[in-house]
């Protein structure tokens, strides 16, 4: 590939009306296994928790499940294609657990790895760069039948699956990540129970936390020993927290949801230690027994670059007493101790997630990460946002989601002006998919799919990313 590992340092970039990014800059997309595959019960594939969740009535909108999703384990040249046709430098894709290894643990189901080979074959035949994720969510059943992530098993099962993975296509792909949010999969997991496997245990979610990062950290070790060549990281979705006022009450309840949603998985894997205002606030949720000697040197192995993924910013203020704290994501305990803060909305422009847009968000939390964790290479590993589209002579006219990537590209270039090492973009997400609990009424993609027909259409925001990819740049504002 032609793209350098890691481009070199600029010291001033162009600030100008047409930002520039450093030569290399890796300019990508990003999907997940389950909600774009479908083909849920070929080539030997198992179900996941994502599977049963989606079959079990009231868990997902509208019932849906990605049995079918966007077809795209028979149309995957097609698909590879259009990237090529967009100039993406980078496809950030994940592998399906319960295809690869259906039980959960012993021997591959080769003809799933064969589906793996033959996209990163397509993709380098199309000069993309193969961006692999290990872990996009879907534990396979089994595992979860013996207690899935808050049992510590698993964790050591996770890592046989990634050297799976590591001997089909370690000689083919360079770029490695091992959890996508594990934030999601602990806390709205195991917590709110509003993702799969559904369940609401405070204490549960810590534990699975705990474990997923005890798996990266074996996972990481397992693969340097396989592939000493590879970039190994994680992804991390992170939030700016915000006081809602100045008030020490306010304050001290944006320390506390900081501490869950950010600094539980960044001290961990970056610092070898969790913080101890985190294990104070959670005092009454768990005495973190499940922490035994040595782990946390093995979740803190060194890594190679860190995957950020960014979407918006919690407002939050202290609880007021005798009022109903506002339900997040439709159950409280996605917050274990912190149950009764409050989250606060602003009033600024929102996106059909409700989501509230707040570009300069992604320059903090760039900036945070380097300057207060680490100096390794970072990128933007999801980036972006779902809006009503209509199709209208065959041509979907995205402007809010153009807008959502342009403000987001501007934060970008301006965390690198201010000396952020960040090596790459990915938007989220190639194409509309099954938004998990959401199931296919939030649109992401930069492609229209239709459901019925798979016709693909690419919407505004693919052209002009397209565009942006070429200059390698933005144009004047
Ligand atoms: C992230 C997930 C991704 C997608 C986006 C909208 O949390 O990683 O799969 O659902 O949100």
């Keep these: 590939m032609s793209n350098p590992t890691h481009p070199p340092a600029v010291g001033v970039l162009d600030q100008g009306p047409e930002p520039t990014f450093p030569p290399g800059f890796l300019w990508g997309a990003a999907t ?91 993709l380098l035949a199309n000069g993309i760069e193969p961006w692999l994720t290990l872990y996009h969510w879907d534990l396979p059943q089994p595992l ?25 296509v370690g000689d083919r792909v360079k770029y490695w990540t091992t959890l996508n949010e594990p934030w999601c999969s602990a806390f709205l997991g195991y917590g709110s129970g509003a993702h799969a496997p559904g369940r609401s245990n405070g204490a549960d979610a810590v534990r699975a936390g705990h474990h997923l990062m005890l798996g990266h950290g074996l996972a990481v070790q397992a693969l340097r020993a396989a592939l000493p060549q590879a970039q190994l990281g994680v992804t991390v979705n992170l939030y700016p927290v915000t006081p809602a006022s100045d008030a020490p009450a306010d304050v001290d309840a944006a320390r506390r949801i900081d501490g869950l949603a950010n600094r539980f998985f960044l001290d961990p894997m970056l610092r070898g230690s969790y913080p101890e205002d985190l294990v104070a606030d ?77 570009a300069p968000g992604l320059v903090e939390t760039l900036r945070r990460v380097h300057e207060e964790y680490t100096d390794l290479p970072l990128y933007v590993t999801e980036n972006g946002s779902a809006f009503v589209d209509t199709v209208q002579d065959g041509q979907v006219d995205d402007v809010d989601r153009l807008a959502y990537f342009d403000a987001h590209l501007r934060a970008s270039h301006e965390a690198i002006a201010a000396g952020v090492p960040l090596r790459g973009y990915f938007a989220w997400s190639l194409m509309d998919n099954f938004e998990w609990a959401w199931g296919y009424t939030k649109r992401f993609g930069m492609v229209w799919i239709d459901y019925d027909t798979q016709v693909r259409i690419p919407k505004s925001s693919a052209r002009w990313y397209a565009e942006v990819i070429r200059r390698n740049g933005l144009a004047a504002q």
């Excluded at 996941?48 to 989606?54: E, G, K």
């Excluded at 039948?145 to 699956?161: E, I, N």
């Excluded at 203020?317 to 996605?334: D, H, I, L, Q, T």
């Design 32 to 122: 997940a296994a389950y909600q774009i595959e479908g083909a849920a019960a070929e080539g030997g594939r198992a179900p996941s928790i994502w599977d049963t969740f989606s079959h079990t009535e009231g868990r997902v909108v509208g019932g849906h499940t990605g049995d079918v999703a966007c077809d795209h384990y028979h149309r995957m040249p097609d698909d590879v294609r259009l990237m090529a046709e967009l100039g993406l430098k980078s496809y950030r894709f994940s592998v399906s657990w319960p295809r690869v290894q259906p039980g959960g643990s012993g021997v591959a189901n080769q003809e799933g790895l064969d589906f793996y080979r033959r996209l990163v074959d397509e």
């Design 144 to 168: 979860e039948d013996l207690g899935g992530w808050p049992v510590r098993d698993t964790a050591a099962r996770f890592a046989d699956y990634a050297s799976l993975v590591a001997d089909a």
């Design 282 to 358: 959670l005092a009454e949720v768990t005495d973190f027994g499940h922490v035994r000697d040595g782990d946390l040197e093995i979740i803190s192995t060194p890594l190679d670059l860190v995957g950020i993924n960014y979407y918006s910013r919690h407002v939050v203020a202290a609880p007021v007493p005798g009022e109903e704290p506002e339900k997040y994501w439709r159950a409280p305990s996605c917050w274990p101790g912190s149950e009764d803060v409050r989250f606060v909305t602003r009033g600024v422009p929102v996106t059909d997630m409700d989501w509230e847009i707040d």
